[in-house]
């Protein structure tokens, strides 16, 4: 018996070398424009709609961190990444929300003063460093001269807190209010609780922020607000 012969193979249209020419050119060029092609700048996303709320405690403390700048000269921006007037030096500190499209809302701190609602806008994570939140939390701690906490730990590890507050209301007539009873360690955070009264406390860099639920003191009077350590 004759062995089959093997199939013939397709017949193909040869190419022409004009054609195998431009094949090659054409191959060879887009080689070449991925080889010097730059890549682009990565530069932060453009949030539209955010804005820096001129009361730093429209912002809610357990998205606030400290930090420092660390950029020369620092100008604020708005969301778009547009200069405003306002600027800061290296070192100075700042408090900051939480991070939109590579820029934060920040608030200059001066020493020993509250968050500035002029001196406020944007800033690059990149001009800054975070300052982490201190472990010293024992001693007094200051919002103002009318209003301080003391934060006190006993040999069994239990944390007291105790606080007082001194207000003008807008009859005329002073109003005080106190704080005292043991302080208790929620994940980031410390509550008080006395009856009605609650108050949050969070370790923002070397600051304190707290926030009250409005019934630690008289109407429209609050333990709120950004403290510094004295002692």
Do not use: K
């Not at 109003?175 to 410390?190: K, M, T």
């Amino acid at each position: 018996m004759t062995a089959p012969r093997p199939a013939a193979p397709l017949n193909r249209p040869p190419q022409s070398r004009s054609v195998r020419a431009a094949g090659l050119a054409a191959l060879l060029l887009t080689g070449a424009a991925h080889a010097v092609s730059p890549q682009a700048p990565t530069t932060p996303a453009t949030v539209t709609g955010a804005t820096c709320p001129a009361d730093w405690r429209d912002l809610d403390p357990a998205d606030l961190r400290a930090a420092q700048i660390t950029a020369t000269r620092l100008t604020f921006t708005d969301a778009r990444g547009t200069d405003s007037r306002a600027t800061a030096q290296r070192g100075a500190l700042l408090l900051q929300g939480p991070a939109t499209g590579g820029r934060r809302c920040s608030y200059f701190v001066p020493p020993s003063g509250m968050p500035d609602r002029v001196t406020r806008g944007f800033v690059l994570d990149t001009q800054v460093r975070a300052v982490p939140p201190t472990t010293e939390l024992g001693g007094t701690w200051v919002r103002d001269a009318n209003t301080g906490l003391t934060l006190t730990r006993a040999d069994s590890g239990h944390w007291t807190l105790t606080g007082s507050l001194t207000a003008a209301l807008p009859d005329g007539s002073v109003s005080s209010a106190n704080l005292n009873g043991p302080l208790r360690h929620d994940a980031n955070r410390w509550t008080y609780r006395d009856g009605r009264c609650e108050a949050q406390l969070h370790v923002v860099g070397n600051w304190l922020v707290a926030a009250d639920n409005g019934r630690c003191a008289a109407p429209d009077v609050t333990f709120g607000g950004l403290y510094h350590h004295v002692r």
